[in-house]
């Protein structure tokens, strides 16, 4: 290590190398990314030693600081002093969300997440916050080793910044085009998006000369406050860049500056504004079930407000799913829901419903679910201010519609306890009634089928549609979801079903494969709709299924206590839906595959669901059984879906582990579904 | 005691400790962090947790104690001591604090009150071990020898 004055300094000295390189932050030194200008904050002062050990070894130079109020006040009076932030999350003085957020909205700086926490939504949090990366405590020294992408990346697309805001998200970008297209601002800035891509390669090769010819604007707290004073001069919905850029009168700075700003600031009062907004999404989709169609619209109308709420289902797709699948025409428009744009909710959705009421109520308590949140990556940030509000709808949404759903339709997978058969199928009323009753379990408690018409209106064509849109926007590219393709849930024995409509499940089973289909044929075989409707929707399958999963993890919790089924689909879901989309089989297993998710369990870790997808066996067979075994694993299943610092086998055994079920892979026979034997 | 029987004796209190699960990999990586620049680099940081968690367990007996428990307060606490006792590698410490967390969320004071103890207890251990083990670090050191690397390959 060149670091000489190392020890225990608090503040970062330069260090030998690259440091006056970086003197306008700008430069990309030959020496990089040593040198890199890091900012900790913990305040836990034992890990802040070690980290801070542990970037000097990568030839960082490092700041510490105990809390977040310094860490804002040093980067404030040190505007371009830092390259990247590393912050925790759980902070005394103030939540290290906020704080990312303070440092997106003024410092424009990539920042990195830290936790003992691995839960699910919280590193869902720090994707929607905009966090460029989540760390699992004990943070290794290899992880430290490559943040400097980060501050590579950012860089890249900050230059870009006058065309397209990088603030999200990297990968927003294409997002952000289409953002920038929502946005009133200006068909300039559609245009400047769409150039900015053309021009990517430009901007690459610029980039790569290594200078960064454009300074970074940096919004100050005074250049914000002015920004604000403009904004609300104008009044939110008519603040425009162009305007708001001579309101503030500030020289030097362009419009696509503020473009960019605007668009951050926006996704941040929506993100603050989320929670009311989606309540009152639910309440407008509630009304649906009570839809006396329930049978198919209802279910399908909710999951269709769900998804509207949401705001995954475009309103006109939602509609559309419920004229085509249901032939009904009550597709109630319900998606009135401003959030509809985002697809990927639904996919959420169906593995919320799926979980029994219990479930969901447990959810909506505990935390209004942004499940949504970094799901949809592709999601401009509108969407996902909106996913993150349906998201948190979503929790309700799902208690209400298992409320609802479960009075209402006998048909409803009353997926036994034990066996999360019938689950979607039943449901769908029309569309179910190809399904053999016999898979469908209409006795099956409401709490399953809530979670199951969840999943079995996702089966009835709706939501087969709302597949279909899901799927595009692999929001949950995201997610690490690398991981759960291997785990393909191929499981469901979608084929076996022959009752089974295959239009309907299909959008279920997906979900529901990767959540274990264990056999029950409460399958809903929307795979096969899925698959007609989206060719190759495999990724987004994947990456919804991973919102499935997770968002079932999540609920997962709590329903474990509530049901038999208390398999966590998310769990399953997750890993299934990826696998799915790598095998295939996933559309091709119309058929009850969709009871897996409940019976799967969140018990099962990744090792499970592969085998689940092996097995061809009866879907019906296993579910009760294993259902049983299967306890929804708390926050700790939901490490599943973030591989990032586990390898599949540590987070099956951080599962297992932490919920105590032994369920080893031997337990979870996931025979019957082997997607393979799924007759397509 | 010469210093090669000293360093086989460092070797195999190690290799002990690891076997029983009271350190794991991620003192290794702090071990491999020392260097000559930083020879004291372990000694410090896990002094450093002593110090830290002796708060945190006060902190939380307190919160225990309370007629109205905090719960989320206990949480928190454990929540850190967690996250401090993972970082330097106390594998048994991280997980008497993951079942303690379990039982935060079901608000069992009574189950918080054992999970404390059992805490406590596994804190009390792995710090007796490692203050040996720093001994017989002293001692090398003092004799003109040299710590051995330590491979997880046992």
């Known amino acids: 290590?060149?670091?000489?004055?190392?020890?225990?300094?608090?503040?970062?000295?330069?260090?030998?190398?690259?440091?006056?390189?970086?003197?306008?932050?700008?430069?990309?030194?030959?020496?990089?990314?040593?040198?890199?200008?890091?900012?900790?904050?913990?305040?836990?002062?034992?890990?802040?030693?070690?980290?801070?050990?542990?970037?000097?070894?990568?030839?960082?130079?490092?700041?510490?600081?105990?809390?977040?109020?310094?860490?804002?006040?040093?980067?404030?009076?040190?505007?371009?002093?830092?390259d990247i932030v590393i912050s925790d999350v759980h902070m005394p003085d103030m939540d290290g969300f906020k704080l990312l957020e303070h440092i997106g909205l003024e410092m424009d700086l990539p920042v990195i997440m830290m936790s003992a926490d691995d839960g699910k939504h919280v590193v869902m949090k720090g994707v929607t916050h905009g966090a460029c990366d989540y760390l699992i405590k004990p943070v290794r020294i290899e992880a430290l080793k490559n943040i400097w992408q980060h501050v590579v990346r950012k860089r890249k697309t900050g230059w870009r910044d006058p065309e397209q805001s990088g603030s999200i998200d990297e990968g927003d970008r294409q997002q952000k085009v289409s953002d920038d297209a929502d946005y009133s601002s200006s068909a300039n800035e559609g245009k400047s998006s769409k150039k900015r891509r053309d021009e990517e390669e430009d901007a690459d090769e610029r980039d790569d000369s290594s200078t960064l010819k454009k300074p970074r604007v940096v919004w100050s707290v005074e250049l914000h406050q002015q920004f604000m004073a403009a904004v609300n001069q104008l009044g939110i919905d008519k603040a425009v860049p162009k305007k708001i850029l001579e309101l503030m009168n500030v020289p030097g700075l362009t419009r696509e500056n503020v473009a960019s700003h605007l668009q951050k600031y926006r996704l941040y009062l929506r993100r603050l504004s989320g929670v009311s907004q989606q309540q009152n999404n639910?309440?407008?989709?509630?009304?649906?079930?009570?839809?006396?169609?329930?049978?198919s619209t209802s279910i399908n109308g909710i999951d269709l407000q769900a998804l509207s709420v949401a705001g995954q289902l475009p309103a006109q797709s939602l509609a559309k799913l419920q004229a085509a699948g249901l032939g009904r025409s009550t597709a109630k428009p319900v998606m009135s829901m401003p959030l509809v744009e985002q697809r990927n909710l639904f996919s959420f959705e169906s593995p919320k419903l799926r979980f029994g009421e219990g479930q969901m109520q447990h959810l909506n308590t505990n935390k209004p679910i942004n499940l949504l949140h970094g799901i949809p990556t592709n999601m401009e940030p509108k969407q996902l201010a909106n996913l993150h509000q349906s998201a948190q709808s979503l929790g309700n949404l799902n208690m209400r519609i298992n409320a609802s759903v479960a009075q209402r339709s006998p048909l409803l997978m009353q997926m036994g306890q034990s066996q999360p058969r019938g689950q979607m199928i039943g449901e769908n009323g029309s569309h179910v009634n190809q399904l053999p009753t016999s898979l469908l379990q209409p006795t099956v408690p409401n709490r399953i089928s809530n979670g199951v018409i969840r999943n079995g209106i996702a089966s009835s064509s709706n939501i087969n549609a709302a597949y279909n849109q899901v799927p595009q926007s692999s929001s949950f590219l995201n997610f690490p979801m690398n991981?759960?393709?291997?785990?393909?849930?191929?499981?469901?024995?979608?084929?076996?079903?022959?009752?089974?409509?295959?239009?309907?499940?299909?959008?279920?089973?997906?979900?529901?494969?990767?959540?274990?289909?264990?056999?029950?044929?409460?399958?809903?075989?929307?795979?096969?709709?899925?698959?007609?409707?989206?060719?190759?929707?495999?990724?987004?399958?994947?990456?919804?299924?991973?919102?499935?999963?997770?968002?079932?993890?999540?609920?997962?919790?709590?329903?474990?206590?509530?049901?038999?089924?208390?398999?966590?689909?998310?769990?399953?879901?997750?890993?299934?839906?990826?696998?799915?989309?790598?095998?295939?089989?996933?559309?091709?297993?119309?058929?009850?595959?969709?009871?897996?998710?409940?019976?799967?369990?969140?018990?099962?870790?990744?090792?499970?669901?592969?085998?689940?997808?092996?097995?061809?066996?009866?879907?019906?067979?296993?579910?009760?059984?294993?259902?049983?075994?299967?306890?929804?694993?708390?926050?700790?299943?939901?490490?599943?879906?973030?591989?990032?610092?586990?390898?599949?086998?540590?987070?099956?055994?951080?599962?297992?582990?932490?919920?105590?079920?032994?369920?080893?892979?031997?337990?979870?026979?996931?025979?019957?579904?082997?997607?393979?034997?799924?007759?397509? | 005691m010469d210093v090669g029987q000293m360093q086989r004796q460092w070797l195999d209190y190690t290799r002990s400790l690891f076997i029983e699960g009271f350190l794991d990999n991620q003192f290794l990586q702090l071990q491999q962090l020392q260097d000559e620049n930083n020879p004291e680099f372990v000694v410090e940081v896990v002094s450093l947790f002593f110090d830290d968690s002796e708060r945190l367990l006060k902190d939380l007996n307190f919160a225990l104690d309370q007629q109205g428990v905090d719960f989320k307060k206990v949480d928190a606490h454990v929540h850190q001591l967690k996250g401090s006792s993972s970082s330097i590698g106390a594998q048994r410490v991280k997980n008497a604090c993951i079942a303690f967390r379990n039982f935060c969320e079901d608000q069992n004071v009574e189950a918080c009150l054992r999970c404390l103890q059992q805490v406590k207890q596994e804190y009390c251990l792995v710090k007796n071990k490692l203050e040996t083990l720093f001994r017989l670090e002293q001692q090398i050191v003092a004799a003109g020898g040299s710590i051995p690397m330590m491979e997880l390959g046992f």
């Open chain 1, 1 to 82: 290590m060149n670091l000489s004055n190392v020890k225990g300094s608090t503040m970062s000295t330069p260090s030998s190398s690259g440091s006056h390189l970086r003197s306008t932050g700008d430069a990309v030194s030959d020496q990089f990314p040593a040198g890199l200008r890091v900012l900790v904050v913990d305040d836990d002062p034992t890990c802040l030693m070690i980290l801070e050990k542990m970037l000097k070894a990568c030839l960082y130079e490092v700041t510490k600081c105990k809390c977040a109020e310094a860490a804002l006040e040093l980067l404030r009076g040190n505007k371009n002093g830092f």
């Open chain 1, 282 to 295: 639910l309440n407008n989709s509630f009304m649906n079930p009570q839809d006396p169609t329930f049978g």
């Open chain 1, 483 to 680: 991981q759960t393709n291997e785990m393909s849930v191929r499981s469901f024995p979608l084929g076996s079903h022959p009752g089974i409509s295959n239009i309907t499940t299909k959008g279920m089973l997906q979900e529901e494969v990767t959540s274990g289909i264990k056999g029950s044929s409460g399958f809903v075989p929307n795979y096969d709709i899925f698959n007609e409707l989206q060719p190759q929707k495999s990724q987004d399958w994947d990456l919804t299924t991973a919102g499935l999963t997770y968002d079932a993890t999540q609920h997962s919790n709590h329903v474990q206590g509530n049901t038999d089924v208390s398999v966590s689909p998310s769990v399953l879901v997750h890993p299934g839906f990826t696998s799915i989309q790598q095998t295939g089989q996933n559309r091709d297993t119309t058929s009850s595959m969709g009871k897996d998710m409940f019976s799967i369990g969140e018990g099962m870790d990744q090792g499970n669901l592969q085998n689940i997808s092996q097995p061809q066996n009866p879907l019906l067979v296993d579910n009760s059984v294993r259902v049983k075994a299967e306890r929804v694993p708390d926050a700790s299943s939901q490490t599943n879906f973030f591989p990032e610092q586990y390898g599949q086998e540590d987070l099956m055994s951080a599962l297992l582990k932490q919920e105590g079920i032994g369920l080893a892979e031997n337990e979870f026979d996931f025979d019957g579904y082997s997607l393979d034997n799924i007759p397509v």
